[in-house]
């Protein structure tokens, strides 16, 4: 697997440099292979100083079966909100219109012309609080 954030000037990109999830940086490259794929994006927007956003990386991004999972269905872009304001604005929007509510970690998948069909922000490893489990979700779409 190419470590596509190992040169990332982003703090936030590079903490999840070494997950075992194929990342890709928001680029029309990512989107080709999406297409190439004719698999759906996995998009998740989070900032470096962000609680949920480590617990998040922690509990399923380090998770080799879900890695693996994430890597052979989606291709998974990783954005710093603090970076690119753009994108978390527009898919921030997007949240809350389908939500009610939004926060971080933010997750969107979207198909790969970049048209969210489901978001959301925190989901845990296991079903809790109401919430379906990050494989459920993953799994469900």
């Not at 954030?5 to 070494?18: E, F, G, R, W």
């Not at 710093?80 to 970690?105: F, K, L, N």
């Amino acid at each position: 697997m190419v470590n596509r954030l190992s040169d990332s000037t982003s703090p936030y990109l590079l903490q999840h440099a070494d997950n075992p999830v194929d990342w890709w940086e928001w680029s029309e490259a990512a989107f080709d292979e999406a297409r190439r794929r004719d698999v759906p994006i996995f998009l998740s927007i989070g900032y470096s100083a962000c609680h949920w956003c480590h617990v998040m990386a922690h509990e399923s991004f380090e998770d080799q079966a879900i890695a693996d999972y994430l890597n052979a269905n989606f291709v998974s872009i990783k954005v710093d909100r603090e970076e690119r304001p753009d994108i978390d604005s527009v898919y921030m929007g997007v949240t809350v219109a389908m939500t009610g509510h939004g926060g971080w970690p933010m997750t969107v998948i979207l198909d790969h012309e970049a048209h969210p069909f489901y978001a959301g922000t925190y989901f845990p490893p296991t079903p809790r609080h109401g919430l379906p489990s990050f494989p459920q979700l993953l799994s469900a779409v």
